[in-house]
């Protein structure tokens, strides 16, 4: 018997040989009962492998596709093509206008060029109000969003709620009939690394688009935000897929498609869909989401900063600063402190610690586990709500001036330069390559104050020989805690 895959390469032999023979073959005709399968019928799903045809079918009925657009006003004759809209895949379209005075052309205003910029991102219905989630990126200053369900109809749509920091938006179908076909949520806190998953969007506006393939990681900090907690995922994720939903094969959403990595293939990023289940009720309700804030900046934890601080394993987060008139001033927190726990549930990174804040309301109450001065002490803070992010400072380098130099065992050449302690120089593969640069302000050093290049020097040398030296250095207007291991 041949296998059904050499068919194709067989059946031109097959049809000659039959010409060459239609004497035999019209003496031998089939029998009148004989069944004679199709043989391009659709094979069987095999025992054990995922049906994905049936999973698409029941629900791709609730992917929608989004197109939005934007009116761009540029000076006349300078036609260049603003970007934006994130990571999707942007269409340009110029249309008449008329200025305000009256005379034909593409003006908003006196001698201004309007362009209308035309932009793609998918979604998905939550509910039979006509609700929909997608990115807030895909929406980010949009004039106009209209929706295409999976059946072709088309609907406005306005914009009820956004969360940049989470980049979800939430959007609502204008007219929309109360028969919508709607998506699960699942739960992506029990989601596996290494589950079958797949992606449904509009990658480059080819809409419905089926993607499949697995959960290569969970808990993924890419630097998108306080929030980072991606799941990564090899099914292919492209411009336009930006708010489309990633299934797992029980027909649930577990993440929402929002970023790729452009310098690998097969690596892109899903926000959780447990994260936003937290602020979907917020979102719908009311259009923004209500935060807790400590009132601290924080650092992770390493080997040596454990060490340093008399811990016997790097855990949760080290606060690098506290905020004046803040909870966690008022609570007495200090930087140097370690935060190990929110309401008795451990802090296993620094990077969960604003997550695990985030999800209380302002005006309720957290008990941190902090450890300080070598000891472990449960503290009550009350929480205010998050304000907006202030910019960051730059990293640059204080103005270079006369100084003496020094170095000391930890591998590095100091100035003395307005009453602080500046690096000047790092030895090549010394204690301190890698973690400290030129232009860096040391302030404390195990939890003193150096105001000298001396005092650098003999602090250092008082130092406990078994465990790492901690400093506190200053970048720019950031601080944060160094341990070094002497060698």
Do not use: W
Not at 15 to 38: I, V
Not at 138 to 155: C, Q, T
Not at 303 to 322: I, S, T
Not at 380 to 402: F, M, N, Q, R, T
């Amino acid at each position: 018997m041949f296998s059904r895959t050499l068919l194709p390469a067989l059946i031109p032999l097959v049809l000659l040989a039959s010409a060459c023979q239609h004497s035999a073959a019209a003496a031998s005709p089939p029998e009148p009962n004989a069944q004679t399968p199709a043989p391009f019928s659709t094979p069987p799903v095999l025992a054990g492998t995922p049906d994905v045809a049936t999973l698409v079918a029941m629900v791709r009925p609730s992917v929608v596709n989004i197109t939005t657009v934007q009116q761009v006003h540029v000076p006349r004759g300078q036609m260049g093509f603003p970007g934006g809209f994130g990571d999707m895949f942007p269409f340009f379209n110029q249309g008449p206008g008329r200025s305000p005075g009256g005379h034909p052309g593409f003006g908003g205003g006196e001698g201004d060029d309007v362009m209308k910029q035309q932009a793609l991102g998918s979604g998905f219905l939550v509910d039979n109000h006509g609700h929909v989630v997608t990115n807030a990126h895909v929406i980010a200053e949009a004039d106009v969003v209209k929706v295409k369900l999976a059946d072709d109809r088309e609907f406005r749509a306005k914009v009820v709620g956004k969360d940049a920091r989470l980049d979800v938006a939430v959007l609502q179908l204008q007219g929309a009939p109360g028969d919508l076909p709607v998506a699960a949520l699942g739960a992506s806190d029990v989601t596996r690394v290494g589950e079958y998953v797949v992606a449904i969007g509009n990658p480059f506006g080819l809409g419905n688009t089926v993607t499949m393939g697995i959960v290569s990681a969970k808990g993924r900090s890419i630097g998108a935000g306080p929030y980072d907690d991606f799941i990564q995922t090899d099914a292919s994720i492209n411009p336009g897929n930006s708010g489309g939903p990633l299934f797992n094969l029980r027909g649930q959403v577990v993440g929402i498609n929002t970023a790729i990595n452009p310098q690998g293939k097969g690596i892109g990023f899903a926000i959780p869909i447990d994260a936003v289940k937290d602020i979907l009720p917020q979102l719908i309700a009311s259009g923004h989401v209500s935060r807790g804030r400590v009132g601290v900046v924080i650092q992770p934890m390493d080997e040596d900063l454990a060490k340093a601080l008399g811990m016997d394993r790097p855990r949760g987060a080290l606060v690098e600063a506290v905020e004046p008139a803040s909870p966690a001033d008022a609570a007495g927190i200090k930087a140097g402190d370690v935060i190990l726990a929110v309401d008795g549930q451990d802090v296993p990174r620094s990077e969960e610690l604003p997550r695990m804040i985030a999800r209380h309301a302002p005006g309720s109450h957290v008990r941190l586990g902090v450890f300080h001065e070598h000891q472990r002490r449960d503290i009550d803070v009350a929480l205010l709500a998050l304000k907006e992010d202030d910019a960051s400072g730059s990293d640059s380098a204080p103005a270079s001036s006369s100084g003496s130099s020094e170095r000391s065992s930890l591998g590095i050449g100091v100035d003395e330069q307005d009453g602080h302690v500046v690096v000047e120089r790092v030895q090549g593969d010394g204690p301190a390559d890698g973690k400290l640069r030129p232009g860096d302000v040391i302030d404390e050093i195990n939890a003193q104050p150096v105001h000298h290049a001396s005092d650098l020097a003999a602090k250092v040398r008082a130092a406990p020989t078994d465990k790492p030296v901690l400093l506190r250095v200053r970048r720019g207007d950031q601080s944060r805690y160094v341990a070094i291991e002497r060698k």
